[in-house]
């Protein structure tokens, strides 16, 4: 049997990497709002018309998103969209690009207030996202536009 690039990858040693985020689909922003704040001690750190971005007590960032269009519950119309991974290493940034790559050949990355965004997709087709640096050395100050889609 041949190695393969991806195989060679997950030998290596790991990357030092967590996940930090969700980006939940909402029906009602307000009432997530009051919902996430109440239950889980949530505060929020960026509001606009129809998402906001919530930190947990320990750092996890929740963005909700209102999605008008999405007023059944049907799955996959509201709740979780995607996780993002952040790391704070930008040597562990370069191997993770390289990793990505070896299952997709069209990752790309670009920067949004000075956090640069890896994207690609994972074996069923659904986004990847991950951030360099952490929100622990780059607080968040806005939602990058592409989290909407």
């Given at each position: 049997?041949?190695?393969?690039k991806a195989d ?44 906001a971005l919530l ?40 191997r993770i690009t ?52």
């Amino acid at each position: 049997m041949t190695s393969t690039k991806a195989d060679r990858h997950a030998q290596e040693s790991p990357v030092s990497l967590d996940v930090v985020a969700s980006v939940v689909r909402v029906s009602d922003l307000d009432r997530s709002l009051k919902f996430y704040c109440d239950v889980f001690s949530c505060r929020v750190a960026v509001r606009e018309a129809d998402m906001a971005l919530l930190l947990t007590p320990q750092g996890f960032e929740i963005y909700l998103r209102q999605n008008d269009e999405f007023n059944s519950r049907a799955a996959g119309a509201l709740g979780v969209h995607l996780l993002m991974w952040a790391t704070d290493s930008q040597s562990d940034m370069q191997r993770i690009t390289d990793r990505l790559s070896a299952y997709d050949s069209a990752v790309y990355s670009y920067t949004v207030e000075g956090m640069t965004i890896l994207e690609g997709i994972d074996p069923d087709r659904f986004r990847v996202i991950v951030a360099y640096p952490t929100h622990r050395r780059l607080p968040r100050t806005a939602i990058a536009e592409r989290l909407r889609g």
